[in-house]
Every structure is written in structure tokens, then in C-alpha cells.
């Protein structure tokens, strides 16, 4: 379980973040999405420690996340970026086991590790010696899911992972993502904009606006019972009534 | 990968400096001015002190002027050097009343130095006229001008203001001349070769005196103070190496005004190595041969310029990386620290490299290698700390928050993630560091640390064009050797995905 005990932001008077309190329950998967500038990439930036807040903290099954736990702390969460941010100068395979490596993990541990972890996000074996700048965008973003993976984190963040993709490779890796959640039981934050993908990845939507969350619940109960009139205007920019109507059926 | 090019580095600057360091076998340092006599009379000590088999000559070549070889004498940088009785009076000491050795001995003995061995020449103004036109006169000495007021003088600016020299002549010697025409030394050359005028001052062992076949009027009423030449050493050099010194004792009385002038003539006119001039000198020889181009670019003591101007380099690019990363890694990693850094490299660089260098020499206490190292290591900061700070600074902030997000420990962010992605700006700043500390090393000349730049001092202080060129063409050929090797090194340590045209900063 994550918990997020109201944590504020701000840059400068900007308000980033206003006190906001959340809890991601074990094994679940949660949507935060939200327009551009609401605060979803704060959150969950802060929850992996990048930024700091001004107030309030963040506890990873009861234990807060500070200056000293954050690093032991990171080597449980998987986290993946727009980008990959995957580290150029290696090959896919190093930036997949390179903490492993760091931490001392025997070689033989790591390889069949490896293994699995490639089976899991299907990216063919001989793509792995390849370096990132030879990968195509939804080969890059399967190798920074099984580097996410590859320490078996109980704990996944995502900030907008299939953001920079197609719409073809977007929708395959969403089915893949899809099922891979539902199957490694893992407590997994995922952001997005993209509010189709959001239902379809999560159990639980977390809408927010203006640095506040304005509803969390799932899907269905943000088109039947929004909480405010932005709710409604935020489905209706994304969604077609007939989409609407499919998505509430779920 | 980095680490281990690192160690290859630090242990060929090691195996530079013990090569280039002198052994702990007695040495006898000798030193000299920026003027041709000086380096002539220094390789004639230099072959002596050597001849005698005691220990180990090395000549510090035109080390600067009076000041600052005096300054190297004192701090017992160097261990001797031929000097003149008349300087030693008036600049170094101020008396310009103690004329006898003895006079002069009783001053210096506070000092630790010591001056003996004249060596036979009086290196003094005088008065030289075109040998035809003094034949036809008869005229042989300053005494017999007085009969001849119809005389023309064409006399250096310098000459004629200063009161040793022409209100000198003009009294002792009640001359009646009309008052002197002051011209530019060069020019005053050519107007007594066309007989525009008739007597011109010269310095007494002027190369000149030769090659416009004049003839020195003999001051048989001293007008002109005395600058016999002399050597002038530490006062320990006796007892330190016996054997050396007696050696040296017998050069006295051994070299006229003549000698001089020939061998003058010899370096400056027929372009002749000083060693050779020495050793054609010292064995009775015939005139030493001139030497071709070539000849002077490959000249025996290419290797060892060579290795002293890459100890040079190697060395102070080796200590601007060990000093300069650190610095940029913590201007890129503390904002708040960074403009002062940045500002304070930015300064050194600023600084003209011999206002530096005679900066440092009062620091130190000494010339060489020691102050012209520390110059030129401030100097290859610069780039080397920009590189690394903008190498950091530019890696795409997706890249730093994946290091930091997988819980990587701030070593091997460093190691793994910070340096190779920074490693093309790094050492493309140690490039930049070490082709520049090629071109600076020739400064280091100056101050007697060696390198390519003895000889463009000398080619500089003799006036000789082609000496120039024979220290500037194995220098700027060194500038493309460094720059290539180093090409070859960036390949061995930037990862091969970061090589070219590859941007870090869209990863």
C-alpha cells in the first residue's frame, strides 16, 4: 500500500500540488490523469522522492519515504518514464540488469532473471544487445518496463509510458500492460492524459485539476455521478456518448 | 574504462618526469642572458665545466635578463653564469664605484656569490669608425680624434643621452665635435657603410664590428666605465666541485675583444650553433661551419626538447584533469557554486602567460620547470573544468531521474551514468587544454623550464628568423600529434553510442 499523507508543492507562488492526501491499496491499479499542468506528474514524482515536498509525506506499507530510505526504497519501485530513459551509451540488456549488477546479484541469477523479464514484455532476445538509439519507440518502452520489472518491485509508477508511442503500438502495449497488471498483482500508479487509456488500465480513476484530486473512483462512477461540472467536461472533450456509455458499462 | 585510462595516463607522466627529472649526481647549472655573447660564453662554460668529468653540465639558455638570472643565481637555481664587472656594479649591487674584483667580491660574499675568472674582453661602448677612413686619418685611439673635428658622428639615441656615454667622451677627451646626429642603431649601421657619416658608438664586441669591417678606437683615457666580462658564481662552487673549477680558472685572460667579436659575428651573421662556436673556440678549430635549415631543425637537441616540451604538456593537462573534473563535477552538481568557479577559471585564463609566470617565480623562489608547470596547469583548467560542467549539465533530465528513480547509490550514478554520458565534452575539453598547452609551453622557455620555446626565445633574442621557425614548426607539429593522439584516446573512452552526432540530450 501507498499512501500519500497531504503532500503540498509549489514552485514559486505556483501551486503545484495543494494538500492532497491518497492511498493506493496493494494490488491494485490506479489511473491518475488529469489536463496538462494538474499535478499528476508532481504526485507521482513525489511519490518516488524526485521531488521533494513542502509538506505532508508519503509511506510505502507504513514506512515514510525520507532522504535516508529513498534509495532502498527505489530499488523496489519500478518506474518508467514517457521516454524510457533508458541510458544511451549501454546495450538494452545492461540497462536492464544494471542494478542488479551495481547491487552484486550473481551473473547466473541475473541471465535467468533476464529470461523471464523478456518473456514477460516479449522483446526478442537479439533486440537486447542493441542500444536504445537503435530500438524503435515501443521496443525502447518494453525494455524500461522489464528494467521496472526486473527487481520484482511490489510497487510500479509510470508517468505517461506509452505517451510518445503510435496509436497502433499504443494500443497493443496497452493490452499488454493490461494483462501484465492483472497478473503480477503488483500495487501499480500509472499517469496518463489519455482518459480511455486510463480506464482500460485501471481499476481506479483519479481525476485532477488545479493541483486537487476532484474524484477518484472507478470509471464508471465519474460518468454517472461526476463530482463537479469539470468531470463532465473533461469525459465529454475525450469521449464520444457512445464511448461514454461503453465506458460506464464497464 | 575511464578509471583505467586514467592509470595509464598518471603512470606515463610518472616515467616523463623521472626521465626528465635531473639525477642526483652532482650537477653544475649554468646560466645565461637573452643575448648572443651571453649564450656563447655560457656554452664555452658549459664545455668546460663538462671536459672536466666532474659531474653533470646543464645550460639554463637564455634565461631573461639581468634581473632575472641573477635572481636564479641567488636562489641557487643555477650555479654560475658569465656576467660583466660593470653590470655587477651598477645594476646588481648599486656602487658603481667598486671597479676591482676584490671591491666587488666584499660586496657579494653577504650573498653566498663570488666573481673571479675575467675572462680577457671589456664588452663597453666605443667608438667605431670605417677601417678605410681611420687608415687614411691615421687615427687609433679616442685621444687622436681631438685632431680631427671634421669627424661626423651618427650615434644611437641612448648613447648620446646617457652620461657614461657621449657627455663622458666629450669631457675626458675635450672633444670640440659638432654636436652628434642621434639615429636609430640599425640605421646609423648603413649611414657609416655609405659614408654618410664617419663614427658611429658601438658595443666593443659587436658582431657588427665585423661585418662592416670597423675599426674600435682604444679609450686610452678610460672614458667609458669597464664591463670586463667575468664569471660570476655561488661562492660554494670552489670547494662543491673542485675540479670543475680549476677547469674553468683557465679560461682566464683567455678570450679578447677580437675572439669575441668573431664569434659573435659567427652565431648572429653565419648563423652557427653556440656549441659548436664553443667547442671551434676551446680545440683552436678553424671557423665553425654554418648550418643549413634542416641542419637547425633537426639539431641534436631536438630529442630533448621534445621530451621536455611534452613533459610539459602531459604533465599539466595530466593535473588540470586529476584538479579540473572534480571542479566541474561540483560546479554542475552545487548551481550555487557554479558562476564562482566558472568565473575563477575563467580569470586565470585571462592572465598574460608572462605576467604569470614572473608572477610565480617570486612565489616559488625559483625559474623552471616548477613556476612554468603551476602556469600552465591554471591555464588547462579552463576547458577541462567547462567541458565537464556542460558534459553534466547537458544530459537529458529523464536520464538523471532514471539513475536517481532505479535507487542507483551516487557512486555509480557517477561512474556508470554521469561520466560516460558526460565523457565526449569532458575530453573534448582536455583537448582543447592540451593542443593550447602546446602552443603556451613555448613560454615556458623564458623562465629556463626548456621545451621547443628555447628555441624561439633565442631566435627572438638573437633576432633570427629562422631559429624562430625551428622551435614554432616541431611545436605546431607536436599541436597536431597531441591533438590526433587524443582523438585516439576519446574513442578509447566515450561509449561508442555516444561517439557522433549522437545528442544526450534527446535521449
Not at chain 1, 469539470?230 to 460506464?248: D, G, I, K, M, Y
Not at chain 2, 687615427?139 to 687622436?144: A, F, K, M, R, T
Not at chain 2, 612554468?372 to 579552463?382: C, I, K, R, V
Amino acid at each position: 500500500m501507498i499512501e500519500a499523507e497531504r503532500i503540498a508543492k509549489s514552485y514559486g507562488s505556483r501551486v503545484a500540488l495543494a494538500a492532497t492526501s491518497i492511498r493506493f491499496e496493494s494490488g491494485t491499479t490506479t489511473a491518475l490523469i488529469g489536463p496538462s499542468g494538474c499535478g499528476k506528474s508532481t504526485l507521482l514524482r513525489i511519490l518516488v522522492g524526485l521531488v521533494t515536498p513542502d509538506d505532508g509525506r508519503v509511506l510505502y506499507d507504513g514506512a515514510p519515504l525520507t532522504e535516508a530510505t529513498s534509495q532502498s526504497l527505489r530499488r523496489r519501485i519500478g518506474f518508467v518514464l514517457q521516454d524510457g530513459g533508458l541510458f544511451p551509451h549501454l546495450s538494452a540488456r545492461r540497462n536492464v540488469t544494471l542494478l542488479a549488477d551495481v547491487l552484486g546479484q550473481p551473473a547466473a541469477r541475473s541471465a535467468a532473471r533476464l529470461e523471464e523479464v523478456a518473456d514477460l514484455v516479449r522483446i526478442p532476445r537479439a533486440r537486447l544487445d542493441a542500444a536504445p538509439g537503435d530500438l524503435s519507440g515501443g521496443e525502447r518502452q518494453r525494455v524500461s518496463i522489464a528494467r521496472a520489472l526486473f527487481m520484482d518491485p511490489p510497487w510500479m509508477l509510470l508517468d505517461e509510458p506509452l505517451g510518445a508511442l503510435d496509436p497502433i503500438t499504443r494500443r497493443g502495449l496497452q493490452d499488454e500492460l493490461r494483462q501484465l497488471f492483472g497478473r503480477l498483482k503488483k500495487t501499480v500508479v500509472v499517469v496518463t492524459h489519455d482518459l480511455g487509456e486510463a480506464a482500460f488500465l485501471g481499476s481506479r480513476v483519479v481525476l485532477m485539476q488545479d493541483g486537487r484530486i476532484v474524484q477518484a473512483g472507478a470509471p464508471r462512477e465519474l460518468v454517472e455521478h461526476p463530482a463537479t461540472p469539470f468531470v463532465t467536461e473533461f469525459l465529454a472533450a475525450q469521449r464520444t456518448p457512445s464511448e461514454l456509455e461503453e465506458l460506464s458499462a464497464r | 574504462m575511464i578509471r583505467r585510462s586514467l592509470a595509464i595516463a598518471l603512470a606515463a607522466a610518472s616515467a616523463l618526469v623521472s626521465a626528465a627529472a635531473p639525477s642526483s649526481a652532482a650537477t653544475l647549472t649554468v646560466g645565461s642572458k637573452r643575448f648572443t655573447e651571453s649564450y656563447i660564453l655560457g656554452e664555452i662554460v658549459r664545455t668546460v665545466a663538462e671536459r672536466a668529468g666532474e659531474a653533470v653540465c646543464v645550460h639554463r639558455q637564455g634565461l631573461g635578463n639581468t634581473g632575472i638570472v641573477f635572481q636564479a643565481l641567488s636562489a641557487g637555481s643555477i650555479d654560475v653564469y658569465p656576467e660583466y664587472t660593470g653590470t655587477i656594479a651598477r645594476e646588481l649591487l648599486g656602487e658603481p664605484s667598486a671597479t676591482d674584483l676584490d671591491a666587488l667580491n666584499r660586496l657579494l660574499a653577504p650573498r653566498g656569490l663570488a666573481v673571479g675568472i675575467p675572462l680577457g674582453f671589456n664588452d663597453t661602448y666605443a667608438i667605431a669608425m670605417r677601417s678605410e677612413t681611420a687608415r687614411e686619418k691615421g687615427i687609433h685611439s679616442l685621444s687622436e680624434l681631438r685632431a680631427h673635428p671634421e669627424i661626423r658622428f651618427g650615434l644611437s639615441q641612448e648613447f648620446v643621452e646617457r652620461q657614461d656615454g657621449w657627455p663622458a667622451l666629450v669631457s675626458t677627451y675635450q672633444l670640440a665635435a659638432a654636436p652628434p646626429r642621434a639615429l636609430d642603431h640599425g640605421l646609423a649601421y648603413e649611414a657609416l657603410a655609405r659614408g654618410e657619416v664617419d663614427a658611429t658608438d658601438v658595443y666593443s664586441t659587436d658582431a657588427k664590428i665585423e661585418r662592416y669591417r670597423l675599426t674600435v678606437l682604444d679609450d686610452d683615457r678610460a672614458a667609458f666605465p669597464r664591463y670586463d666580462a667575468v664569471l660570476l658564481y655561488r661562492k660554494d662552487l670552489p670547494e662543491r666541485l673542485p675540479r670543475t673549477f680549476a677547469a674553468l680558472e683557465r679560461l682566464a685572460g683567455r678570450i679578447s675583444e677580437r675572439d669575441m667579436t668573431r664569434m659573435n659575428a659567427d652565431a648572429e651573421i653565419r648563423g652557427a650553433p653556440f656549441a659548436s662556436i664553443a667547442s671551434a673556440f676551446l680545440d683552436g678549430g678553424g671557423a665553425p661551419r654554418a648550418t643549413s635549415f634542416t641542419e637547425r631543425l633537426f639539431a641534436p637537441d631536438l630529442p630533448r626538447l621534445t621530451v621536455e616540451h611534452l613533459f610539459l604538456v602531459f604533465a599539466s593537462v595530466a593535473l588540470g584533469t586529476i584538479v579540473g573534473v572534480p571542479l566541474g563535477l561540483w560546479a554542475a552538481y552545487r548551481a550555487a557554486a557554479a558562476p564562482r568557479i566558472l568565473a575563477v577559471v575563467g580569470v586565470l585564463q585571462t592572465i598574460p602567460s608572462l605576467a604569470l609566470l614572473a608572477f610565480l617565480i617570486p612565489i616559488f623562489h625559483r625559474i623552471g620547470t616548477i613556476p612554468a608547470l603551476t602556469a600552465l596547469f591554471l591555464y588547462s583548467l579552463l576547458p577541462i573544468v567547462r567541458g565537464t560542467h556542460t558534459g553534466i549539465r547537458e544530459i537529458a533530465p529523464s536520464l538523471r531521474e532514471s539513475a536517481l528513480a532505479l535507487g542507483l547509490p551516487w557512486s555509480a550514478r557517477l561512474r556508470l551514468v554521469d561520466l560516460p554520458l558526460a565523457s565526449r565534452s569532458i575530453v573534448a575539453g582536455i583537448r582543447t587544454s592540451a593542443v593550447i598547452s602546446v602552443g603556451t609551453a613555448t613560454i615556458a622557455a623564458f623562465i629556463g623550464a626548456g621545451g621547443y620555446g628555447e628555441r624561439i626565445a633565442s631566435g627572438l633574442a638573437l633576432n633570427d628568423g629562422s631559429l624562430l621557425l625551428a622551435g614554432a614548426i616541431p611545436s605546431a607539429a607536436l599541436a597536431l600529434v597531441v591533438e590526433w593522439a587524443l582523438g585516439a584516446v576519446e574513442r578509447l573512452i566515450v561509449p561508442k553510442p555516444l561517439r557522433s552526432g549522437f545528442d544526450v540530450r534527446v535521449s
